[in-house]
């Protein structure tokens, strides 16, 4: 059997400061990761592959040279195989034109039986990806998933909801998004650490996949980020003062005043 992970570079969201006094984003020094999402949907490759011998994991990226970094994190931590999707054809990309890119890559890749992705990317934010690839390669798709067993044949996936979850069943071949609480990611082991060096990274550019420039990167992205600005801060609290009473009503007052209550 055979699965690809689709994974994203991502900055660490978590490092990224506001600098108080500009009240811009701080991106310096802040390292690029493996996205968490991802780091949950190639866990439960592996684990597939762990419960199925035979099985096969392959990680595939769309994104500039420095994601090869990411990928050896990938097979350092299991994976078999890994692909760079890399061109300057592809840059300024939006959801639409990145799917369509991932899409040609999987087709390059030839057939798998299952294909995961993280529910979101932390940078961009938007959980577009997953199941825009599904679409393009006429995949069924099933986002959210909090568990999966898996017979060899079909999976029962549960799927999250606001207030609770759904049981879906899913024949292969079929795309799904995962959550971060389907799994615990594994660490990389040093064995494999040392064999991910070793390993070969194929990387492939528009003509590869067999894209035209006009159908990929800017070119292709019916959206356009016209302007990008840091959210003002929030204002400062305020304390309410007196008798417990005196600030149930005040907080009362307040929220009724605001249209909250
Ligand atoms: C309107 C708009 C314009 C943009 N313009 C630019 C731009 O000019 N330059 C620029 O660099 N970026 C740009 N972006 C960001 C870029 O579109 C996104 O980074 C990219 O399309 C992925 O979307 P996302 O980060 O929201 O991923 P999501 O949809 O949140 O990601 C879900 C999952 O899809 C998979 N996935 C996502 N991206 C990749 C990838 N590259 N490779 C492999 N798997 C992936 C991962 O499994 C991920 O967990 C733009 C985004 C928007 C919305």
Known sequence: MKILVCVKQVPDTNEV???????????????????????NALEAALTIKD???????????MGPPQASVM????????????????????????????????????KKFGPVDIIFAGRQAIDGDTAQVGPQVAERLG???????QDIKFDGNKLVVQ?????????VEAQVPCLLTVVKEL?????????????????????????DISLDPKECGLNASPTQVFRSFTPPPKGKGEMLKGSVNEMASSLIFKLKEKHVL
């Open 17 to 39: 400061k506001i600098d108080p006094v500009k009240g811009t984003l701080i991106r310096e020094g802040v390292p690029s990761i493996l996205n968490p999402d991802d780091a």
């Open 51 to 61: 419960e199925n011998p035979g099985t096969t994991v392959a990680v595939m990226t």
């Open 71 to 106: 990928l050896r994190e990938c097979l350092a931590m299991g994976a078999d195989e890994a692909y760079l999707l890399s061109d300057r054809a592809f840059g300024g990309a939006d959801t639409c034109a990145t799917s369509t890119t991932i899409a040609a890559g999987i």
């Open 139 to 145: 995949l069924p798709v099933v986002t959210y998933v």
């Open 159 to 167: 799927r999250q909801l606001e207030n609770g979850y759904e049981v």
């Open 183 to 207: 799994n615990e990611p594994r660490y990389m082991s040093i064995y494999r650490i040392v064999d991910a060096y070793k390993k070969e990274i194929t990387v492939w550019n528009h003509e």
